[in-house]
């Protein structure tokens, strides 16, 4: 079996310690990798050798790093197939995904590569009788970013890009069930010119985390994954001192008002909710259906999960491959298996869909679809993280606009219309982060932030965009003044500007 080293320094470093985590390919169910967890001296000496990183980094000039980020986005794009394999072959997800994936990845980098002008600070002339004002923003140091399974190459690039254009050292915790795409970017990183140390691949659990999250040489963490764990990095982050930002789970609603074109918002259902498995934080998973249109709409989207095309990632006719892990799988089908007798409607069952060949072994789960669900039910009520769609049936406008603000997430929602007053009143009145019109997954671009509200973010700060530029800088603001020596005189009193 393959093992697995640290990215530490500029250089794979086989690990010594005796815990490890076992990766899976789960398109064949069979057991690939080992991936070791980081000892506390691993550990130990990452921080020491990022922190000295950090130091001539930190003040090298912008063009040295955007000459990095350049080459590395060259790199990143000529070698996006290498990246889609490594995703498939670990997370499961069909090639044209994986490929989606980096390219959303890609704009991070293409946005951090303007770090000059993002680093622009302000000047104040003559704010009081010689005296100047500017801002500017400082490295934060050393940052850690901890991340999930789903996206392996991009939600690391939305931290990695500006963590590095801002001139900290970072080192990145992957999911310890998919880690290897990340170590293609570290190698590309280096061959892209950036200097050893900067930035580093630490293998682990939820242990190398604790002991990351409690270290004093970590100035910043930045976390994307489950909401126990989110709120739980968020508090013990910043008890410590630490800056931290911890975007959570979510729970997204596409809300389709009777206006609304059916083919367009069953097309936009099935491949929101379907795509990846549903393993996306901005996955739709409940169709909130205003009056007359839950019938027509489920026939549409039943239609299409008839001939949905499930099996292995590297098959190119495949349209949805299999689950993270055998576990994983099990669980989203026991929600299945349970929304009958909460008094849901099972109109497609992904437990019946039987596959071909090799894929019997895989965490194969087929597109569920289930009518009638109501909060209160375990269906509705948690986040599932699979290929399952509920509909809600509500009677009016407000009872759908009610529905997702009394949710306890607040990600990603959208809403199906042709009635532009009605989307633009949603967009105003709904508490959810990121809200598409007529688009189910509105991911902002990369000059944008991403960010949800409630339970799906905990701190203040956004991830990449402006928001993360923010993040990973400090801000300070330097008033000066070159008196005339002449006219110097001692004053005790407050400074005044008149
Ligand atoms: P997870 O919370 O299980 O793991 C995320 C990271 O936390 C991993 O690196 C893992 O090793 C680490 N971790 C696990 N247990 C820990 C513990 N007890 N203490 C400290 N660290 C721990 O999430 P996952 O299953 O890998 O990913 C799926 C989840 O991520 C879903 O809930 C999904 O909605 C969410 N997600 C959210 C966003 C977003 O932008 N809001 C994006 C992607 C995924």
Redesign the pocket.
């Known amino acids: 079996m393959k093992q697995l080293s640290h990215w530490i320094n500029g250089g794979f470093e086989t690990s010594t310690s005796d815990r490890s985590g076992t990766i899976y390919n789960p398109a064949t169910g069979v057991a690939t990798t080992k991936v070791p967890f980081a000892t506390p001296e691993e550990i130990e000496r990452t921080i020491s050798v990022a922190r000295s990183a950090s130091r001539s980094w930190g003040t090298s000039s912008l063009s040295a790093r955007t000459e990095v980020l350049f080459e590395f986005r060259h790199l990143v794009n000529a070698r996006k197939d290498e990246l889609a394999e490594a995703i498939t072959s670990e997370h499961g997800k069909v090639h044209s995904d994986a490929l989606g994936e980096v390219s959303r990845g890609l704009e991070n980098i293409e946005f951090a590569s303007g770090i000059a002008s993002h680093l622009k600070g302000g000047f104040s002339s003559q704010v009081s009788s010689g005296v100047d004002v500017h801002s500017l923003r400082q490295p934060v140091g050393v940052v850690t970013g901890?991340?999930?399974?789903?996206?392996p190459v991009m939600?690391p690039l939305w931290m990695m890009a500006n963590a590095l254009a801002c001139g900290n050292a970072m080192i990145l915790?992957?999911?310890?069930?998919d880690p290897s795409a990340s170590l293609l970017l570290a190698q590309y990183l280096k061959d892209a010119g950036l200097p050893d140390g900067v930035f580093n691949v630490l293998h682990?659990?939820?242990d190398v985390?604790?002991a990351l999250?409690e270290h004093s040489g970590i100035d910043a963490v930045s976390?994307?994954?489950?909401?126990?764990?989110?709120r739980?990095?968020y508090s013990r982050a910043t008890a410590s001192g630490k800056r931290a930002q911890a975007?959570?789970?979510?729970k997204n609603h596409m809300v389709v008002l009777p206006d609304a074109d059916i083919d367009l918002a069953a097309d936009a259902a099935v491949s929101a909710a379907y795509g990846s498995a549903g393993?996306?934080?901005?996955a739709i998973s409940v169709v909130v259906a205003v009056g007359e249109v839950a019938e027509p709409l489920i026939d549409a989207i039943t239609k299409r999960l008839n001939v949905l095309k499930i099996g292995p990632g590297n098959d190119p006719a495949s349209e949805m491959g299999p689950l993270?892990t055998r576990e994983h799988r099990d669980k989203v089908a026991s929600f299945v298996a349970g929304a009958a007798s909460e008094g849901a409607r099972v109109v497609v069952d992904g437990r019946d869909v039987m596959f071909d060949g090799d894929a019997s072994e895989g965490f194969f789960l087929g597109a569920s679809l289930i009518d009638n669900v109501q909060p209160g039910m375990k269906i509705y009520d948690e986040?599932i993280?699979g290929p399952v769609l509920s509909v809600v049936r509500v009677s009016s406008y407000s009872d759908a606009r009610d529905l997702v603000n009394e949710n306890q997430y607040g990600?990603g929602v959208a809403i199906f219309t042709r009635d532009g007053g009605a989307a633009r009143q949603f967009t105003v009145e709904v508490t959810c982060g990121m809200v598409g019109v007529n688009v189910p997954i509105p991911v902002p671009v990369a000059s944008y932030s991403?960010?949800?509200w409630k339970d799906?973010?905990f701190g203040d700060a956004h991830?990449y965009g402006p928001s993360g530029i923010e993040f990973f800088t400090r801000s300070k603001v330097v008033t000066s003044r070159w008196p005339d020596p002449a006219t110097s005189v001692v004053d005790l009193g407050f400074p005044k500007t008149r």
Request: charged share 15%; hydrophobic share 40%.
């Open positions: 901890i991340t999930p399974f789903n996206f939600v915790k992957p999911s310890e069930k682990g659990d939820g985390v604790g999250l976390f994307v994954g489950s909401t126990p764990i989110a739980s990095i975007l959570g789970g979510a393993e996306r934080c901005m993270i986040e993280f990600n991403f960010g949800g799906s973010l991830m």
